[in-house]
């Protein structure tokens, strides 16, 4: 996973299948839990860095900046064959 490369993008390229409508005009659909690591969010614009408890960040707009741990909510794990 690139650092110029939404949470989003990469999981989408990992087969999972995340809840979005940005290309609607709707937002706050892609959301998930960051427990560990550090992401920059464009939107709200933000630098987030969990040490301790959980920040809700959107997947669409958030660039990772360390390794991450996140919960996912509304995405359906890939197909395994």
């Known amino acids: 996973m690139s650092s ?3 949470l989003l993008d990469a999981l989408v390229e990992s087969g ?3 809840r979005n409508a940005c290309r609607n005009g709707v937002c706050q659909i892609c959301d998930a839990e960051l427990l560990s690591g550090a992401v920059l969010q464009r939107y709200p614009s933000k630098n987030i ?3 301790q408890g959980a920040e809700s960040i959107y997947l669409c707009t958030s660039y990772p900046r360390s390794n991450l741990s996140i919960q996912l909510i509304r995405a359906e794990f890939p197909v395994q064959d």
């Open 4 to 6: 110029e490369e939404t």
């Open 16 to 18: 999972f299948r995340q």
């Open 49 to 51: 860095n969990v040490a």
